[in-house]
């Protein structure tokens, strides 16, 4: 099977691997860290971007009429949801929609709220940018999470914005219609933008299913989305967002001049046209293969090594793992996890201090590797008790 192959990456600038030194002290880890895939990219993918390269001119770009039919088709067959009511505006990255979208729409000291634990420039992002850190912990209710509604309304009546992210990452929950019906809701009612990062949103593992906020009702809603995690793209710098036509879309594209953010990349629209016009047929290989290895984890943790439990994972390749009754604090198990069982892992702390005492762990990676992370945490534990 192709997602078995090992590929070597380290040497190719890659952040997971050529940082592991900077990072975690030392090169022999097993990376399980950064949220990017250790798969080659589909032929399809491989093939447009050949044939891109055969044209020797690599001048200024913009997304052409075909990215922007490939998009809405994508929206259209995965979600049934058409955008093109919406103004698509392209930027290099998720990350970089956040920022434009913070900078062009609220002001110095205005109030944005993240539900936590959540993916860390989120908390970033706001603050480097002098607005006010507002937080929505998520509750643990038994093996997965749940939104605190009253604390949601309360901060939703003092925020400018609230930043989702669905598939959430890091503990990987899909909300449901009902969850976003009443965030939609909440936020309609005391005028809060909503900012939907939706970079997860292909991979989703059934019986769930990912719906976009914006379908709900448009009017207030902002929506990043890209292939860079379902089709390991991240390197290729290139995302959309979907805003509503007037005032909001004039201020998110003015934004984005200003900071000359709009040209594309000339190959990331070439790979994210190919992704979403023909490699829809390699997503849903990749996505039984990640179920797969969902499994393996789950089966693990529940079976094997019970002192660590792993977290429903609803969507995306993230696995939550509940370390606490290991009974270490911060640095002790992030030494553990590092210099004992040789694994980067992502402490949990580093998504908010509801984080404490978790890991993350991607396990988008070829099964044998995966299975070498699970035998080096089996006898590092076991050598610990
Ligand atoms: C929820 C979420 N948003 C955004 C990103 C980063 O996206 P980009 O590289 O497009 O900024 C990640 C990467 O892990 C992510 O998990």
Redesign the pocket.
Known sequence: MEFNKIIERRGSACFKYDALKTVYGREDLIPLW???MDFAVSDEILKALKTRLEHPIFGYNFPNEQFHQSIKNWMDKRFGWDPSALKTISV???????AIAILSLSKTGDKILIQTP??P??HSTVVEHSRELLTNPLIRVENRYEVDWHDFEAKCSRAKMFIL?N????VGKVFSREELQRMHDICSKHKVLIFS?E??ADIVYPPFQHIPIASLGPENVIT?I?P??SFNL?GL?T?VMFAPRGEISRALAAMNEALHTFMGNSFGIVAFTAAYTKAGYWLDELLTYLQSNRDVLRNFFANELREIKMLDCEG?F?AWLDCRQLGMNEAELKDFITNKAGLALNPGHTFGQEGQGYMRLNFAVPRPILTEALDRLRTALRDKL
Do not use: E, R, W
Request: with cysteine.
């Open positions: 950064v949220a990017d290099p990255s998720l990350m970089t929609a956040l959540v993916y420039p989120f992210c598939p959430h990452n890091p990062d970079i997860h990043g890209s860079a995690k991240a710098a995302a995306t993230l």
